[in-house]
Structures are given as structure tokens and as C-alpha cells.
């Protein structure tokens, strides 16, 4: 069960300790608390439910995408990143334009409430793909193999996350654009998504937010 459907019964010892009176009524955990004691102690985010945080399997949020209002938006999408991503499937596109776009519970572990059932939008994903072939010199095989094992970097803007990862890159870890860039996102393609980085606050500090964590390099 997600955090906020438990009881206070069974909160954390240091939960338990927070008075009555500030206890949201649903229970809930403000997301200042959340953030301050981690996701050890509290591992699920805490945005609100909707379709996308429900249990449907991928199947279905395929399907719902399909047949839904953003069947056209999201038929656009697909048919854009089988063309620029050679050799990736359709099946394996149309999961990848899903959690590129916050649908499906699993697309949460990542996007955490800042992107909930978006509607797809081509040009987001087609600056992305672009992105990853001029700036990261990935051939259309490898831009598939990427998209494959990090479906969300369809959907993340260029200007505000991806290339803000890849400067990071270059200033904390010295691999500037090259060979060497490329080689990290081969090996470790999550990077691209990482935009907190939990060592630089000080020693004890989590956002909870590990998916999205340079300490993860």
C-alpha cells in the first residue's frame, strides 16, 4: 500500500511521534515532511492518485492511450520514434511514449507527480531523440537501445533536464561532449533523468527521490 493509505499505527517510530493535531484526515504526509525523512522511512511520494497511479498493467495504459483522447497525440508520437529510433518495435515505443508522459504507475517512480497522464506531444519527443543523436552521438540503434532501458527521456524537456544533465556531467564528473559522454549513456542512460543530488546538501540529507539522484552515478 502507498504511504498515505496506511495507518498511523503503522507509521514509522518517528511519524508516530508527530502530534495529533497536525495528522492530515485522509492520513496524508505534507510533502516537506516526506522529503525530509526519506524514502526509507517513507517510500511512496505523495501526490495524488489518479489514473496513472493506479494498478492497471502497461497493457492497458497502452490501450487506454490508444482508444482514448490522445489517441492522435499519441499515435504521432509512436509512429516519430520508431522512424528516428532504427530497429525499436512498436510495442516496446508505444510503453516508452507512455511513461515518457507520466501514464502508468511505474512511470511515477520517476516523474513523481511532476508529469501525470500528459497528453504525448511529437515535438517533445522528437527534440529528445534529436538530442540524444547531436549531443550525445548515439547511432539510431543506440538511441533505440536507450529509450528501451529509459522510457522517460521521451518526454524530458532538453533545455530544463536533459541538457542540464550532461552539463552537470561535464562539471562534477569532467566528461565533457565526446566519446566519453557517449560511453556513459550506453553504460548508464538513467543519468540523463537525474537532476538531485542529495550528497551536495550535506552528510544525512535525502530527498527520497533516488530515481532521480546523481549519487546513483
Known amino acids: 500500500l502507498a504511504f498515505a493509505e496506511r495507518s498511523p499505527a503503522t507509521w514509522h517510530p518517528l511519524l508516530r511521534r508527530i ?6 484526515a485522509e492520513p496524508r504526509v505534507p510533502t516537506k515532511l516526506w522529503l ?4 526509507d522511512i517513507c517510500p511512496s511520494p505523495p501526490f495524488a492518485r489518479t489514473e496513472a497511479t493506479t494498478s492497471a498493467s502497461e497493457a492497458e495504459v497502452v490501450e487506454a492511450l490508444r482508444s482514448g483522447a490522445h489517441a492522435d497525440a ?10 528516428l529510433a532504427a530497429g525499436l518495435e512498436e510495442a516496446v515505443a508505444q510503453k516508452a511514449i507512455a511513461r515518457g508522459f507520466g501514464w502508468g ?20 519527443v522528437e527534440a529528445a531523440i534529436k538530442f540524444l543523436e547531436e549531443e550525445c552521438a548515439l547511432t539510431a540503434e543506440n538511441i533505440a537501445d536507450v529509450i528501451e532501458r529509459f522510457p522517460e527521456v521521451v518526454g524530458c524537456s532538453v533545455e530544463d533536464q536533459l541538457q542540464a544533465a550532461v552539463d ?17 549513456v550506453l553504460r548508464k542512460p538513467e543519468f540523463l533523468g537525474y537532476n538531485i543530488d542529495c550528497t551536495a546538501v550535506g552528510s544525512g540529507s535525502c530527498a527520497g527521490e533516488c530515481n532521480r539522484c546523481w549519487v546513483r552515478l
Do not use: N
Open 36 to 39: 525530509s525523512v526519506g524514502a
Open 74 to 83: 499519441f499515435a504521432a508520437c509512436v509512429a516519430r520514434t520508431t522512424e
Open 19 to 24: 502530534p495529533r493535531a497536525v495528522w492530515p
Open 105 to 124: 504507475r511505474r512511470s511515477q517512480a520517476f516523474w513523481r507527480g511532476e508529469k501525470v497522464d500528459a497528453e504525448p506531444d511529437a515535438l517533445t
Open 168 to 184: 552537470h556531467l561535464a562539471k562534477t564528473s569532467f566528461i565533457p561532449k565526446g566519446k566519453f559522454r557517449t560511453k556513459t
